[in-house]
């Protein structure tokens, strides 16, 4: 019998998955020959979706980008238009460091079997065995930091909860992944489910929490209902429940769907909209560890983050923290996206250059023009010029290039780019999504907005440039929270590396 | 929108009640009657209000705060469009031109010839973009021929 494996990650099935699935089983009955049918989440070569995988002696066989039409071919003898050879032999594959994407688009995502066969569950066992004390200190000690983008240290927070006494401490997964040309979450929450069940009840057993809640943005509707399945399979399976894996603590997850609100993402104002409140960022301290969810000591962390951990109690910490550059240890898994050839997720240790990731893995431009910029780090992150492309991804280097590593993404954009234009867009964005709690935010944001307009206007450009200045350093300084503290990084970004755009136009 | 039923009082009383003991239950019963009705009638307030022992104001201060929270129902196909830069890089903002002009639709424009457009902010298709969803169907590497099926579609459903 054929084994087929087809992905059924909603960026494949936003380009014919689906139907591709069909045409395969459809040909398959025609003639006559047994089929079975694997739907996995996605390898993240999103530019070869939909990559059809069919089981061969020496290994999975790659077909892509398939096509209804491409199906019937996949049963015939002779070489296939499409075929890629090897999957895991594709240099974009090969080349990268997968820890925490290691079963993404290999496995059937709801099947626990197919879950432990590839090493899953094998770092829980680990905890639960070594001991909560022992399971911080596996944390700490493999350098993890907060994989959300603020890049804290994980094992530091795990500790802070552990000892804080309460009756009652929580888990949240912040899921809520809004900035543009990120999708490793969603990509795990429909690919690999049961790695970020694991790692949030090894956070539970390692804090002394029975409850968690994983906080998912409604624009992932696919990805909420596969995380429910698999939820309500860990149940059935023991997994969660009254005694995890039959014989530790207890310990159960919800899933809550948020509303459309960038903000959220921000971990106080999730806490509140978990709540049942308005998205109203909290003034810190107090810190989440000690009062969070319903004022309870609660740990919460990035979606990427919780991923991380079981490989790391699995593995060893010392394993994982061989991986990495200076303070980031690890991998981080790097998003390729916006104007871009090969656009997908890149799994590799810290370290690696804007410049590789765009050009040796991205390969360039897909509309064929030359890169001018990149940005890094979502809608809050700073464009990097050609001249910086060569900057190395980790925290620090991001920082000292006046940037900042966000959740991973990065954004190509050609040589229509006007900076300006982006800068007014990165303003705009922070005053619709504001939550209006703080003036430099809510305020700042919308003046920022109209002192562009009269930059692009050509009025008074040099003052105005020194106005817009002082707003982002007043924004920068005085936010609540990141939304408006790091809305600047675009705009002093833009005006720091593409001066040009900020100058007096000719006439349209 | 997917197949929702006309507004009952009753019936989102008895959605409301059933959350009634969870804790931050707010989001979960809006969604909840967004499924079922398509929107939040104004009549869900007190009720919300009630069981949650909030006030109105409160009740409808969350409502508003959320985008995807309707307060009038809405037929026919929704399309939602991603906005956000990776779109914009891969030239999303020319299919917002290409609606106006080839279908007299204006994203987020009230009225006007259908299907209805909204903007978002990220769909995670970043890699193929642009994106959209369609009725909550996902629609990735977007070009003028396909937004020309999707309105074409959406137009013959009406």
């Not at chain 1, 700490?140 to 240290?153: D, E, I, N, T, Y």
């Not at chain 1, 109209?450 to 300084?477: S, Y």
Request: with cysteine; net charge negative.
């Amino acid at each position: 019998m054929k084994r087929i494996f087809v992905p059924a990650d909603s960026t494949a099935l936003g380009v014919g998955a689906n139907e591709v699935a069909e045409a395969i089983s459809l040909e398959g009955r025609r003639r006559e020959e047994a089929v079975e049918i694997v739907r996995t989440g996605s390898r993240g070569l999103f530019w070869l979706e939909p990559l059809v995988e069919i089981e061969g002696p020496d290994g999975r066989l790659g077909f892509g980008p398939l096509e209804v039409e491409d199906a019937s071919a996949l049963f015939d003898a002779a070489a296939h238009p499409k075929a890629l050879g090897l999957v895991e032999e594709l240099p974009y594959l090969k080349a990268q460091q997968r820890l925490m994407f290691a079963r993404c688009g290999k496995i059937d995502p709801l099947s626990l079997a197919a879950y432990r066969a590839e090493g899953g569950l094998a770092g829980l066992a680990r905890a639960l065995e070594i001991g909560p004390e022992k399971t911080v200190d596996e944390i700490s000690m493999s350098g993890l930091r907060g994989r959300g983008g603020a890049g804290f240290p994980t094992g530091v927070k795990w500790g802070a909860v552990a000892g804080a006494r309460a009756d009652q401490k929580y888990i949240v997964c912040n899921a809520d992944e809004g900035d543009s040309g990120t999708f490793a979450d969603r990509m795990l929450l429909e690919g690999d489910p049961f790695v970020l069940v694991e790692g949030m009840a090894i956070a539970a057993h390692a804090v002394g929490a029975t409850k968690g809640y994983v906080y998912i943005r409604s624009e992932y509707p696919h990805a909420f209902k596969v995380f429910c399945a698999a939820l309500a399979k860990g149940r059935a399976a023991g997994v969660l429940g009254p005694n995890m894996l039959g014989h530790g603590p207890a310990f159960d997850i919800e899933a809550r769907l948020g509303a459309g609100a960038y903000v959220c993402g921000e971990e106080t104002a999730l806490l509140e909209s978990l709540e049942g409140k308005r998205g109203l960022v909290r003034a810190k301290p107090p810190l989440p560890a000690l009062q969070g969810l319903f004022g309870k000591p609660t740990v919460i962390n990035n979606l990427l983050s919780f991923a991380s951990t079981p490989w790391i109690l699995a593995h060893g910490a010392a394993a994982y923290a061989d991986f990495g550059a200076g303070r980031s240890r690890g991998t981080q898994p790097f998003q390729i996206a916006g104007d871009v050839k090969r656009g997908g997720l890149v799994e590799l240790a810290f370290g690696v250059t804007i410049r590789q990731l765009v050009e040796d893995f991205g390969g360039g431009a897909r509309s064929g023009r030359p890169i001018r910029a990149v940005q890094v780090g979502g809608p809050l992150g700073a464009y990097f010029p050609q001249e910086l492309l060569d900057t190395p991804l980790d925290y620090e280097a991001m920082i000292a290039n006046k940037g900042m590593l966000g959740h991973g993404g990065l954004v190509v954009f050609n040589d229509r780019i006007d900076l300006a234009k982006q800068a007014r867009f990165a303003l705009a964005f922070c005053a619709k999504e504001s939550c209006g709690k703080c003036t430099p935010c809510r305020i700042g944001s919308q003046r920022g907005v109209e002192t562009v307009d009269k930059i692009i206007a050509g009025r008074n450009v040099a003052a105005n440039i020194e106005l817009l200045r002082d707003l982002c350093q007043t924004m920068t300084d005085g936010s609540l929270c990141a939304l408006g503290g790091l809305a600047p990084l675009p705009v002093t970004s833009g005006l720091d590396n593409f001066p040009e755009d900020f100058t007096p136009r000719t006439a349209q | 929108m997917s197949a929702t039923t006309p507004w009952d009082v009753q019936g989102a009383g008895e959605i409301v009640d059933t959350r009634r003991n969870e804790p931050g239950a707010m989001l979960p019963i809006l969604h909840d009657l967004q499924e079922r009705f398509g929107y939040v009638d104004d009549e869900a307030v007190p009720l919300i209000a009630e069981v949650l022992n909030i006030s109105k104001a409160e009740t409808l201060g969350v409502i508003s705060f959320y985008p995807d929270f309707r307060r009038q129902p809405v037929e026919g196909t929704v399309v939602k469009l991603c906005r956000a830069e990776s779109c914009q890089a891969a030239g999303g903002e020319a299919l917002v031109e290409h609606l106006r002009r080839r279908h007299g639709i204006v994203v987020d424009g009230n009225g006007g010839p259908g299907p209805i457009i909204e903007t978002v902010y990220c769909l995670g298709h970043c890699a193929l973009s642009p994106a959209a969803l369609v009725d909550g169907a996902p629609v990735a590497r977007l070009d003028e021929a396909k937004i020309d099926a999707i309105v074409a579609s959406a137009r013959g459903l009406r």
